[in-house]
Nanobody, 126 residues
Framework: QVQLVESGGGLVQAGDFLRLSCAAS????????MGWFRQAPGKEREFVAA????????SDAESVKGRFIISRDNAKNTVYLQMNSLKPEDTAVYYC???????????????????WGQGTQVTVSS
């Protein structure tokens, strides 16, 4: 059973940065595509970024493009989300997710991911 544990959230001011980490266990990490999603109070969970199992293909949402960077270290079984120039509207619980992938593709829909972490809170004050 795959287990995902996020860390790195916190309270920051607008313009600051954070780096979220998601440590995976229970599977062969390099065979899983990974994604980051977020959910703000009263809103649906939304896609933030995704990365292929090898790490050479990635995508992010328009709302974070140019500010957030997804990466992974398969040797450390960890995926990261570097968040720069944070805005108050980035405030949400951030979740990482994984899906076993037979090829080096991206998954950008929440329903495509069977495994989820517990989430980490990111709060950006103005």
């Amino acid at each position: 059973q795959v287990q995902l544990v996020e860390s790195g959230g916190g309270l920051v001011q607008a313009g600051d940065f954070l780096r979220l980490s998601c440590a995976a266990s229970g599977g062969t990490f390099s065979s899983y595509a990974m994604g980051w999603f977020r959910q703000a109070p009263g809103k649906e969970r939304e896609f933030v970024a995704a990365i292929s199992r090898s790490g050479n293909i990635y995508s992010d949402a328009e709302s974070v493009k140019g500010r957030f960077i997804i990466s992974r270290d398969n040797a450390k079984n960890t995926v990261y989300l570097q968040m720069n120039s944070l805005k108050p509207e980035d405030t949400a619980v951030y979740y990482c997710a994984s899906v076993q992938s037979g090829d080096n593709r991206l998954f950008v829909k929440a329903y495509e991911y069977p495994y989820w972490g517990q989430g980490t809170q990111v709060t950006v004050s103005s």
